[in-house]
């Protein structure tokens, strides 16, 4: 299982970003549970949003609620997350991961938990500066 982040870059304060988690190596995910997460600066890795396969239901973390959005692209086989009204405080590498309990429990206890995630791609860098 092989995962891309892609999509990071610098922007604003209330500006506005996408990005995208694709498979590679052979590797869909379409079909597949998918979450977000990020790390900011000093840190623990912390959900953002994830999003089921079977009935496309998405969660968020109560911090993005509002300003980000997970959904998927069928037609480039990739998970996007739209973060809307960025902050300061969303300067962070985001990752994509997913494994066999991903947005599973979530459905149940609200949390996303970088634990219950079993394959990580590599981080995509957002930074949000004036």
């Known amino acids: 299982v092989q995962l891309q982040a892609s999509g990071g870059g610098l922007v604003r304060p209330g500006g506005s970003l996408r990005l995208s988690c694709a498979g590679s190596?052979?590797?869909?995910?379409?079909?597949?549970?998918i979450g977000w997460f990020r790390q900011r600066p000093g840190m623990e890795r912390e959900g953002v949003a994830c999003i089921r396969s079977d009935d496309g239901k998405a969660y968020y973390a109560e911090s993005v609620k509002g300003r980000f959005a997970i959904s998927r692209d069928r037609a480039k086989s990739a998970v996007v997350l739209d973060l809307k009204t960025l902050e300061p405080e969303d300067t962070a590498v985001y990752y994509c991961?997913?494994?066999?309990?991903?947005?599973?429990?979530?459905?149940?206890?609200?949390?996303?938990?970088?634990?219950?995630?079993?394959?990580w791609g590599k981080g995509t860098l957002v930074t949000v500066s004036s």
């Open positions: 190596g052979g590797f869909s995910v379409d079909g597949f549970n």
């Open positions: 991961a997913t494994g066999a309990l991903a947005c599973e429990v979530t459905v149940y206890s609200g949390k996303i938990i970088p634990e219950e995630y079993d394959y």
